[in-house]
């Protein structure tokens, strides 16, 4: 069945870098969207960015332009997101989700989520 | 950006009663809403896409409405299953932004 999977909870100080994995099972990985979404601890889904499987095109929200790259692997069917300069307010649970005209552009499948740490 | 605007933020309510919760964008998106619903440490899940369609294995309890700028979720009959978060967003043009989220709580 569909599913996306996710690589592990990570730790990392201010500053650092990080590098989150999302692996698709049980679906063409290019006829979809990947979207990453992220929530702070008790907040609110907030939408980061995309990237297209097929040809890599990306598009990102405003605040992470320059400090998040989305990228994909197809002969892996693996998304990737890096975050830069990492700080206390990164500390959130980051879910890769795809989207697509098949799912009328909504959501249909999450990762399990990945947890980022920053913390001194 | 297309702001979303979730109401109420938190809501209590008990088994067997029907709730709406409502979703304003701040232009017009067409059609272009979906709702989730999201449980303590869990992805979010999706219900109703397009602004009405209900996703497959939903209960029917569940059904959505609107178009335009103004949306809504209702949940017929509660049960205890239902009681988590909610979260409307737009796939009218990125960012596809959420909606702040309301908060089920039972009474």
């Known amino acids: 069945q569909v599913q996306l999977v996710q690589s592990g909870a990570e730790v990392k100080k201010p500053g650092a870098s990080v590098k989150v994995s999302c692996k698709a099972f049980g679906y063409t990985f290019t006829s979809y969207y990947v979207h990453w979404v992220r929530q702070a601890p008790g907040q609110g889904l907030e939408w980061m960015g995309m990237v297209n499987p097929s040809g890599g095109s990306t598009t990102y929200a405003q605040k992470f332009q320059g400090r998040v790259t989305m990228t994909s692997d197809t002969s892996a069917n693996t998304v990737y997101m890096e975050v830069n300069s990492l700080r206390s307010e990164d500390t959130a649970v980051h879910y890769c989700?795809?989207?697509?005209?098949?799912?009328?552009?909504?959501?249909?499948?999450w990762g399990q989520g990945t947890l980022i740490t920053v913390s001194s | 950006d297309i702001q979303m605007t979730q109401s109420p933020s938190s809501l209590s309510a008990s088994v067997g009663d029907r709730v709406t919760i409502t979703c304003r964008a701040n232009q017009s998106i067409s059609n272009f809403l979906n709702w989730y619903q999201q449980k303590p440490g869990k992805a979010p899940k999706l219900l109703i896409y397009a602004a009405f369609s209900l996703q497959s294995g939903v209960p029917s309890r569940f059904s959505g409405s609107g178009s335009g700028t103004d949306f809504t979720l209702t949940i017929s009959s509660l049960q205890l299953e239902d009681f988590a978060s909610y979260y409307c967003?737009?796939?009218?043009?990125?960012?596809?932004?959420f909606g702040q989220g309301t908060k089920l709580e039972i009474k």
């Open positions: 967003q737009q796939s009218f043009s990125t960012p596809y932004t």
């Open positions: 989700a795809r989207i697509g005209a098949v799912s009328s552009w909504a959501f249909d499948s």
